[in-house]
């Protein structure tokens, strides 16, 4: 019987953010009980690693430097800076796999945590799987970088973005906007483009900068101050809690309003951009229905009303702003699409409000979203229609129709019907079926991304007003619309309408 070759074991050792009185007693440990310490370095030979762990290395210790072959993403590696570094990785992983077979623990070493943007992990998918492996974690340079600043970091319900500088500006900048706190590692020579990304997203005036946490020549201050040419690699850009802290001033040191398009139901159809100016906000001013959506901000005013005084609603908000306070007045959908936007330009456009600086954000409307649930019903013309009679005749509604449907246009009926409102959806089937079949799809989407969805196909002759409410929007289909059932039996249906039209 052959005796089971026993082999080294891998330590990942996180030192800490470079504070050697921060590394863990198993980090010390492990080290201890390793044969092998190897770290990276780059050409130059100094590691960081190692001065941080220097105290506790021996003289029989078997150092391996692992020396990146480049460090910046310029190469003449036939597989460019990405071939040149997975051929290091690879050379390295088996420098380290001959001591580990001879029986020889290694341990490597890691600035922050070996699994937290660090080098050990290209040791570890390559070796943890053959080889006795513990992985020791470290104190990162987020939470040094938020002791350095002595400001909380999240707190209670906040969400805690960690983004590397690496990524595009319109990335960072969409991130940034969407979070409540954020730490962006790996500055250096991308500080200009994430100090570009923490503007664009209105976030400047809270971010601080922390350079070379808890080591010599640690460095503090505000984020907007810093001159891009004294950043280095080992320093970080954060947002710190919102809560208890003061908002940011508003553009130009003055109130404005913003105008925010929630989407048509839940988190999910939220953009960054309108995230981010919910989370900003002094108050909160809207329908109760739409602000109960938003969560609650500590030290954030929320301003509830009824749905019937849009007007009053948009004089009450710009007021605020006139008062210095950043406004955000909240809306279902799109709040240019038979919403708020237009109530709160109506109001702006007379005195006194005609300084008051006023932005409208985007969201996604009711139509395309019930129309992405049953297909492509809009995918050629279509009309927007609202069926409510309470701020226009109903025969100006009667007119729209029968020249949307002689134009044969593919229709988003909002507004259908409600409580008051119970005979405009039979009046608009009568209407149509002048222009189309009866076979012609109609699509009823339902609360479309919330709880209750309901989205069903059914035939214009058999559109059944008692089965549409004011949370019910229709799409009424050309004659070139179809419907399809698509998979085996009676399959999924689809509705969709083709971009050629026949004469084309």
């Known amino acids: 019987m052959s005796e089971q070759k026993t082999t ?29 310490v190897a770290y990276h370095s780059a050409r130059h030979g100094r590691s960081i690693a190692r001065s941080i762990a220097e105290r506790h290395l021996r003289a029989d210790h078997i150092e391996e430097r692992l020396v990146y072959p480049v460090t910046v993403e310029t190469t ?40 937290f943007y660090s080098s050990y992990m290209h040791m570890h998918k390559r070796l ?34 960690i983004l590397p500088g690496t990524l595009p500006e319109e990335e960072l900048t969409a991130r940034l906007a969407s979070t409540d706190s954020a730490v962006v590692m790996k500055l250096g020579r991308t500080f200009p483009t994430v100090r570009g990304a923490l503007e664009r997203s209105g976030r400047l005036a809270d971010a601080r900068y922390v350079e070379r946490a808890t080591m010599a ?23 710190p809690s919102r809560v208890d802290a003061a908002p940011a001033p508003a553009a130009e040191e003055r109130g404005e309003v913003v105008v925010v398009g929630l989407g048509p139901a839940g988190p999910l159809w939220l953009t960054p951009e309108a995230r981010g100016e919910l989370a900003a906000a002094q108050d909160l001013v809207g329908y109760s229905t739409y602000i109960d959506r938003v969560p609650v901000r500590p030290g954030q005013r929320r301003h509830a009303s009824d749905n019937k005084v849009e007007s009053e609603r948009a004089d009450f908000a710009l007021d605020l ?37 006023v932005r409208i954000l985007p969201g996604m409307t009711a139509a395309h979203a019930a129309a992405s649930r049953a297909g492509a019903p809009l995918g050629h013309d279509y009309a927007v229609v609202s069926l409510s009679d309470r701020l226009k005749p109903w025969e100006v509604i ?18 259908p019907g409600s409580r008051s409102r119970v005979w405009q959806v039979g009046k608009a089937r009568e209407l149509l079926l002048e222009h189309r079949t009866p076979d012609t799809p109609v699509v009823l989407g339902r609360d479309v991304g919330g709880p209750e969805e ?51």
């Open 128 to 161: 943890a799987d053959r080889y006795p492996t513990e992985v020791v974690p470290g104190v990162t340079s987020v939470s040094a970088a938020a002791a350095a600043l002595g400001t909380p970091l999240v707190e209670g319900e906040e969400v805690l973005t």
């Open 454 to 504: 309901s989205v069903r196909i059914v035939r214009l002759g058999d559109l059944d007003p008692a089965e549409v409410d004011m949370r019910t929007i229709l799409l009424v289909g050309s004659t070139q619309t179809r419907a399809v059932r698509r998979g085996a039996g009676d399959g999924e249906q689809v509705v969709w309408t083709p971009r050629r039209y026949p004469e084309a």
């Open 217 to 239: 020549g640690q460095r503090t201050e505000l984020l907007a101050d810093v001159a891009p040419e004294s950043v280095p690699y080992f320093s970080v850009a954060v947002l």
């Open 76 to 115: 003449d590696h036939p597989g460019g800076y990405r071939g040149a570094m997975e051929e290091f990785y690879e050379e390295a992983a088996a420098r380290l796999a001959a001591h580990l077979d001879a029986g020889r623990s290694v341990a490597v070493l890691a600035e922050g945590d070996p699994l």
């Open 8 to 36: 080294g074991r891998l330590y990942g050792v996180g030192l800490g953010p470079g504070d050697p009185s921060l590394m863990t007693l198993r980090a010390v440990e492990c080290i201890a009980a390793a044969d092998v």
């Open 321 to 357: 702003a006139r008062q210095g306070r950043r406004v955000a007045v909240v809306s279902s959908g799109d709040p240019g699409v038979f919403a708020m936007a237009t109530a709160v330009l109506e109001v702006a456009s007379q005195d006194p409000y005609r300084e008051v600086p």
């Open 398 to 415: 009667a007119e729209r129709l029968r020249a949307a449907a002689a134009a044969d246009l593919v229709l988003a009926l909002y507004n």
